[in-house]
């Protein structure tokens, strides 16, 4: 229940860039939005073609919310949402980037 329950919270909170996202809110919802869009992607390839136009609808649908996702747990995590561009950096900003996601919540002020 732990996965749905955070797939929706990162539906219903697609445009909160201010809050905060907790590690398991950010890890399941993160989890439930790449399993979503797989199954997408191999109803696409095995099925029906018809399923590559909503896997891509899909994709592109959830940038915003994975983005936000993405700021909140930043946030969650102690740091300014600045620290996302980090990505910009290859491969070191990726595995620094991580290891921001899977820093301890700091107490709210």
Do not use: H
């Not at 749905?4 to 909160?16: C, G, R, S, V």
């Not at 939005?33 to 649908?61: D, H, K, Q, T």
């Not at 983005?67 to 990726?94: C, E, M």
């Amino acid at each position: 229940m732990k996965m749905i329950d955070a797939y929706k919270k990162l539906w219903t909170k697609a445009f909160d860039f201010r809050g905060r996202s907790t590690r398991p809110d950010y890890w399941w919802g993160a989890l439930a939005n790449v399993l979503v869009s797989y199954v997408l992607l191999a109803l696409g390839s095995f099925v029906s073609e018809a399923f590559l136009g909503i896997y891509s609808l899909y994709v592109f649908a959830a940038l915003i919310p994975g983005l936000s996702l993405a700021i909140r747990r930043v946030n969650d995590a102690g740091k300014r949402w600045t620290w996302i561009f980090i990505n910009l950096i290859p491969l070191v900003g990726a595995i620094w980037f991580l290891v921001i996601l899977c820093q301890p919540s700091i107490p709210a002020a």
